[in-house]
């Protein structure tokens, strides 16, 4: 009997692996070979932004397009800082968002008007356009639709090139959101080159950390977590970030996070 075989059937981590010699065997290397040439197509494959706005256009979201500050996939690769920012062509198109979007609400007693949404939702291709490719679309479409069910105001789908999670709290910040979803392609490893990680923040500006947000990781199908259950919890998760004023450390998963 392989004792390694119970837990091959519950990780996709390379244990217990045969060995030729002192070497690993031929399969076991020829398969190592493979994921990390998916994890370089996934770093550096060019996201095809038309198809997804297409499917989300066809499922009934509106969308907005923008693009981080870095001109091309190797500058974003090397400059991590230009991903964190919005190019500047890109900013007028997100004010005229904000402006149509407070238009369309009442107005206050005072003649002010407040926040005209409650969540600014980023798509962007990240470190793996492939988990884009594969999940960016149907992950958006199911959590859009936890947070309208919720009711939840939300902007468009800002379909966002090159960007870094830090991306969505200019972005948010722009538009005047009360807070911001960015849903990403995670840096693909050896196991996994296809995962999307989604990452909500609380009153999103320029200057916000990494201890100021909260992550739902591994998205994707079959093997990670559902576009479904991610949406529910980071649904969940969000209407708690409301009610407290907060997210990151000072917003905790407790595991009761599902209705």
Known sequence: MNDWAPLRRVTQARIGLARAGSAISTQA?????????????AVWCAWDIDSCQRQLRAAGATTLRVASAAPDRATYLKRPDLGRRLAPESVPVLEAAREALRDAEPQTK??????????ALVLSDGLSATAAHAHGASTMLALLGALQAAGLRCSPVVLAELGRVALSDEIGHVLAARSAVIVLGERPGLSAA?????????????????????????????????????????????????????SGVELKDDGLLLP
């Open 194 to 246: 296809d995962s999307l990680g989604m990452y909500l923040t609380y009153a999103p500006a320029p200057g916000k950390t990494d201890a100021q947000r909260n992550c739902i990781s591994n998205v994707r199908e079959p093997a990670g977590m559902s576009a479904q259950l991610a949406a529910t919890r980071l649904s969940s998760l969000l209407r708690r970030s409301l009610a407290l004023g907060v």
């Open 29 to 41: 290397l020829l398969e190592f070979h493979a994921a990390h040439a998916r994890a370089r197509d």
């Open 110 to 119: 005072q003649g002010d008007r407040a926040s005209a949404i409650d969540v």
